[in-house]
């Protein structure tokens, strides 16, 4: 199969267009979302796409994938380490503005004699739409 330039920059530009969504979202959002967002952008892209190019940003380092236990996956366009609220009501995502604590990763070596190489935090309760 020949891969023409035109396909090629297509490609890029709805992976470039995903991104500056997902930044632009607060609320870590599903691919369900994004997609919503962009597909009258790209009238030719799938959920498929936007799935593989969620991936491909996560290999990248680009954005994170949240994994809470639902069906499905929440995106974090925030790379560096930070914590969150999950409500439990509404289901809202929320970053923590609080300082990541470095230590933890050195606790938890000493405690197991492991190789820690990150950690994730999460908070549960009701945010303040919900707990009105
Ligand atoms: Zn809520
Ligand atoms: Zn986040």
């Known amino acids: 199969m020949v891969i023409t330039f035109d396909k090629v920059l ?3 530009k709805q992976r470039e267009r ?24 790209f009238p030719k892209l799938s959920l498929g796409t936007v799935y593989r190019n969620l991936r491909l940003l996560k290999e990248n380092g680009e954005i994170r994938e949240l994994d809470f236990g639902s069906t499905f ?22 970053d923590i503005k ?5 230590n933890l990763n050195k ?3 000493k405690a197991t004699h492991f190789n820690v190489e990150c950690h994730r935090l999460e908070f ?7 707990s009105k």
């Open 124 to 130: 549960y309760g009701l945010c303040k739409g919900c």
């Open 107 to 109: 606790k938890a070596e």
């Open 73 to 94: 996956s929440r995106f974090d366009g925030v790379c560096e380490d930070h914590y969150h609220f999950v409500c439990h009501k509404c289901r809202r995502v929320f």
């Open 18 to 41: 995903i991104l500056e969504v997902l930044r632009g979202a607060k609320s870590h959002p599903t691919a369900d979302w994004i997609y919503s967002q962009v597909k009258s952008e």
């Open 98 to 102: 609080m300082p990541v604590e470095a």
């Open 10 to 12: 297509r490609k890029t």
